[in-house]
């Protein structure tokens, strides 16, 4: 079955600090893969989407994040975190229809960062 | 102008009532879609609709009901609510109803039902 865990629920970094947060997913072909963020009180927003070629791929908000086909991960990267990156970090993977549609989002369950002063 | 928005942002209603949740987006998207969040932030998707035709329902309880009046719009109403739909309801909308390297999907901001 499809499924995306992300093993860290919370995560405190200082501000200035690197960043990376985690990301497996269970997938049988080549997976759809995005970091969605939401800060509080907000919508989801996409920081980054991977589906073919360069397996490092550049996001918003200075975030980067690496597909690795052979650990199944994608691990979202940040080299010097600002307190305004404080918020709920959410990876998913793009699930397929029979026809080979991908019309859905399968979601981890979320990883909450806090930036120290 | 907000890209998808939901109204209301926050709801608390009684057991047994019935309410509804709009969903409007301004972006000329065809597809729209209804995800919960409960309360261990789990996302997952209930519904989508494409230019108003139903795409997926996702075992969803039938006392939950989507309505499409037109692709802008993509409404949520609940029958007869339990302590257990206390949730997050998010919207969102894409171009097409398949994610492509060249669309996403667009959320609203959310709406925090709370039943009591």
């Known amino acids: 079955a499809q499924s995306v865990t992300q093993p860290d629920i919370h995560i405190t970094v200082s501000e200035g600090a690197s960043l990376e947060l985690r990301c497996n997913y269970s997938y049988g072909a080549t997976p759809y893969l995005f970091w969605y963020v939401q800060s509080p009180g907000q919508g989801l927003q996409l920081l980054l989407k991977y589906f073919s070629g360069d397996t490092l791929v550049q996001g918003i908000k200075g975030f980067e994040a690496e597909f690795k086909r052979s650990q199944s991960s994608f691990n979202l990267r940040k080299p010097s975190v600002h307190w305004s990156d404080a918020a709920e970090y959410f990876c998913?993977?793009?699930?397929?229809?029979?026809?080979?549609?991908?019309?859905?989002?399968?979601f981890g369950t979320g990883t909450l960062l806090a930036v120290q002063p | 102008d907000t890209a998808v928005s939901q109204t209301p942002k926050y709801l608390v209603t009684q057991m047994g009532n019935d309410k509804s949740i709009k969903c409007e987006q301004n972006l000329g998207h065809d597809t729209m879609y209804w995800y919960k969040q409960d309360s261990k932030k789990f996302l997952k998707i209930m519904f989508s609709?494409?230019?108003?035709?139903?795409?997926i329902n996702e075992t969803v309880p039938n006392r939950f009901s989507p309505k499409s009046p037109d692709k802008a719009h993509l409404n949520l109403h609940i029958n007869s609510l339990e302590l257990g739909d206390s949730a997050v309801y998010f919207c969102?909308?894409?171009?097409?109803?398949?994610?492509?390297?060249?669309?996403?999907?667009?959320f609203g901001q959310g709406t925090r039902l709370t039943v009591v």
């Open positions: 969102a909308s894409s171009p097409r109803t398949t994610l492509t390297a060249n669309t996403e999907a667009f």
């Open positions: 609709y494409n230019n108003k035709e139903l795409i």
């Open positions: 998913a993977v793009g699930a397929r229809d029979y026809g080979g549609a991908t019309n859905k989002l399968i």
